[in-house]
């Protein structure tokens, strides 16, 4: 219901102020007795002002004398209306409605609708009501209110996504919502298992009642899990996840168009591949579909982009090209990133690299320095300017580095030291194990110990500098600082088979991926996202988008969670005792919604503006008085 409340109610004592000029106005009341004289009939030519008339104008002058001084106070006070919010201190009814894609089943969110429906109608009379819908996010359809009619519309009219189930992101949205109030939550879902992320966070606050309806689910469900473009064949991959075998038509859609079709027949709780050859190019968009009419609906089809990404351009500088090594590992070990088709390598020795012109040098994703022999000024102020204005480099300090010029090369002194350090069985060991280089380094089976390095520089120790892998002596072996607006990874031995037998070691390729891929991250254009992982731009939705104009287009695939598909579900007391409990929030998450209404009003300002009103006024009156 509407009313007005205060932000800051204790300035609403300067009201008082008002008396004053109330005061001052009785007290200025004449009270001395009138007595005629007979002469005064000589007078009744004079110009005599008006008693009433005067009385008038003082009782003017009043009203806006005290107008002033309560707007003044009422302003400071800062009114906001409350509109038809429930008042913050008001026991709230939060109703949270799954609407991922695991309620897509024929006829399965509609009972979850009734449910929702239900649950607000019977919600206690003194109670403000909420409605909250969530997948992968959670949405306040419906703050807390008294207008039932208005949250009963908008469960009517929320609809089913294609997004994962995040219990946790439901649960936190519900407790920003109730905030320190007395609350009950209704939360109604298909208890999907897999809707208890793990690296999620959100509970209830202590002492919130929770009831939790449960919407069955399908018995069984069939999904394309993955669809891939092998020469010119498609190979789908089919799910079942029922506990019957099951028989499903598949086909192959290219450009809206059907050109393939085959039959797959899948066992109870497993999968099949399905082969689908025939009518595909070597751009375009596929998906592939299959028939489940009784199973989740967003998963029957997989979307995939026929024409591969172009490659993010990557040079290598080395000493001398023709030598020995000249960078041919790193090359190599390149090549088997997405079967050669993720990176565009260009070795260049510092000769060649001097020619380069600067739209040639900003268009590499990345520079990786193997040798600095051949560079002469013209080249070492191209590389210089390049990681100052945002570039991404890796330096090896091999036998091929000059160190007496790096920091020509670089703009920056590294502190390297100028004799070169020679270790017995020294190893490699990550000190950031979290780093994105070192991901694929996690198992045992890709673990760096057993890299040996015979040779290496040592690196004095720098402010800005990370060190994320160090040798078994001590010394650092991997750096990583920022060099003007661009990023310097620096590697202390060298990549070319010389200084150490690391390229020959099967952690080389990982290593050299992954660092590429750091380096480049953000230069490559993506074309296949999982929901809820979307670029900017991008609706969150199951489908093909195109990013670009003109014949620079290209497409965008987005599929859905296979996780979403799996419809085993938990008990209604397994989930209540998975719920995180957490501390009361306090009064001030009331006062901050107060805050912001206020903030958006700013009904002060209008009292100031009618205060300075009322003082022109009384000025203009008050000089007419004189």
């Not at 979850?112 to 306040?140: G, H, K, N």
């Not at 202390?492 to 750091?518: C, G, I, M």
């Not at 609706?539 to 419809?567: L, Q, W």
């Amino acid at each position: 219901m509407f009313g007005v409340s205060f932000l800051s109610p204790l300035f609403l004592i300067g009201a008082l102020a008002a008396a004053v000029p109330i005061l001052l106005h009785l007290f200025h009341r004449k009270t001395d007795v009138v007595i005629d004289f007979p002469a005064v009939s000589l007078l009744t030519k004079a110009p005599v002002q008006h008693h009433r008339r005067r009385q008038l104008r003082e009782l003017i002058l009043l009203v806006l004398r005290v107008a002033a001084l309560v707007l003044l106070a009422v302003s400071f006070a800062r009114p906001y209306v409350a509109g038809a919010a429930a008042p913050a201190s008001a026991p709230v009814t939060v109703v949270a409605l799954d609407t991922s894609m695991s309620l897509s089943a024929p006829g399965q969110f509609a009972q979850a609708q009734r449910a929702a429906s239900q649950a607000v109608e019977s919600a206690p009379a003194s109670d403000a009501v909420a409605l909250i819908t969530f997948s992968d996010v959670a949405t306040v359809v419906v703050p807390p209110t008294s207008d039932r009619r208005t949250v009963l519309s908008a469960v009517s009219a929320a609809a089913v996504g294609a997004g994962g189930t995040r219990y946790r992101t439901a649960l936190a949205s519900a407790s920003e919502v109730i905030g320190a109030r007395d609350a009950r939550v209704v939360i109604i879902t298909d208890l999907q298992q897999t809707g208890w992320e793990a690296n999620d966070e959100g509970g209830l606050p202590d002492g919130v009642d929770l009831r939790a309806v449960a919407v069955a689910g399908p018995v069984s469900n069939l999904a394309v899990t993955s669809a891939a473009h092998r020469d010119r064949i498609v190979v789908a991959t089919i799910q079942n996840y029922g506990s019957d075998q099951a028989q499903t038509p598949v086909t192959l859609m290219v450009e809206g168009e059907p050109v393939a079709q085959a039959t797959a027949t899948i066992a109870p709780f497993a999968a099949m591949d399905v082969e689908l050859r025939g009518g595909l190019g070597d751009a375009g968009t596929a998906q592939v579909v299959i028939d489940d009419q009784a199973g989740y609906q967003p998963d029957n089809v997989r979307f995939l982009a026929l024409d591969p990404p172009p490659a993010v351009p990557i040079a290598v500088v080395v000493a001398d090209p023709t030598g020995a090594v000249g960078g041919i590992y790193l090359e190599r070990a390149l090549a088997v990133a997405d079967e050669g088709r993720e990176f565009a390598v260009t070795v260049a020795d510092g000769r060649v690299l001097s020619k380069w012109t600067a739209a040639e040098m900003a268009r590499q994703a990345a520079v990786m320095i193997l040798g600095t022999r051949t560079l002469d000024r013209s080249g070492r102020e191209r590389l210089k300017g390049y990681l100052a204005g945002g570039g991404q480099v890796l330096l090896t300090l091999g036998p091929d580095v000059d160190p007496g010029t790096l920091s020509d090369v670089i703009g920056t002194d590294l502190g390297v030291a100028p004799a070169v350090i020679r270790a017995t069985d020294a190893t490699l060991v990550a000190t950031d194990s979290r780093h994105p280089i070192f991901r694929p380094f996690l198992l045992p089976s890709g673990a760096l110990g057993d890299v040996q390095v015979d040779q290496h520089r040592r690196l004095k120790d720098q402010d800005g500098r990370t060190v994320l892998a160090r040798l078994t002596g001590g010394d650092a072996a991997l750096t990583e600082q920022t060099v003007g607006q661009g990023r310097l990874l620096v590697f202390t031995s060298d990549l070319d088979n010389q200084w150490s037998r690391f390229p020959l070691h099967p952690s080389f390729v990982p290593f050299a991926v992954e660092t590429a891929r750091y380096l480049t991250q953000g230069r490559q254009q993506r074309q296949d996202f999982t929901l809820p992982d979307v670029p900017a731009g991008v609706p969150a939705a199951p489908g093909i988008i195109r990013s670009g104009a003109g014949a620079a287009a290209r497409p965008i695939v987005v599929n859905v969670d296979v996780r979403e598909s799996r419809p085993a579900a938990t008990s209604v007391d397994e989930f209540t005792k998975d719920i995180t409990r957490t501390h009361r929030s306090d009064d001030r998450q009331v006062a901050d919604v107060a805050r912001d209404a206020e903030d958006r009003q700013r009904w002060w300002q209008v009292g100031l503006l009618v205060m300075l009103v009322a003082l022109a006024g009384e000025a203009l009156v008050g000089r007419r008085a004189a």
